[in-house]
C-alpha cells in the first residue's frame, strides 16, 4: 500500500466530519448533495456501526499478525495459537 495507506484514516476523518456537520446542519437545510449523501449513511447510523466493524477488523488482522510470529513470542504452556478469546479468559 505504501503512501497510499495515509488516505484510509483521511477518508475517514472526512467521513466522520461530514456526519458531524450534517447533523448540525439537518434542521437549518442542507444543499440537496449533502442531504442525499447524508441520506445515503443512513443518516449517521452506517458510520457507527461502520466504526465498529472496522475495530473487530483490525483485531483480527493484528491476531492474525500475532500468529505469524508465533514462535518468538512467549506462550503460555498450553497456549498453541495466539488467539483474543483466551486471552480475556485469562484477563478476567
Do not use: C
Not at 446542519?25 to 449517521?44: Q, V
Not at 475495530?55 to 483474543?84: C, F, G, H, M
Request: hydrophobic share 60%; net charge positive.
Amino acid at each position: 500500500m505504501g503512501k497510499k495507506a495515509y488516505l484510509i484514516p483521511l477518508f475517514f476523518f472526512v467521513w466522520a466530519t461530514f456526519d458531524h456537520g450534517a447533523w448540525n446542519a439537518h434542521s437549518f437545510g442542507m444543499p440537496a448533495m449533502a442531504s442525499f449523501f447524508y441520506a445515503l449513511s443512513f443518516y449517521g447510523y452506517l458510520l457507527k456501526w461502520f466504526f465498529v466493524l472496522l475495530i473487530v477488523l483490525a483485531i483480527l488482522l493484528d491476531y492474525r499478525t500475532l500468529n505469524r510470529v508465533r514462535d518468538q513470542l512467549p506462550l503460555l504452556p498450553s497456549e498453541k495459537v495466539v488467539e483474543p478469546v483466551s486471552d480475556w479468559i485469562m484477563i478476567l
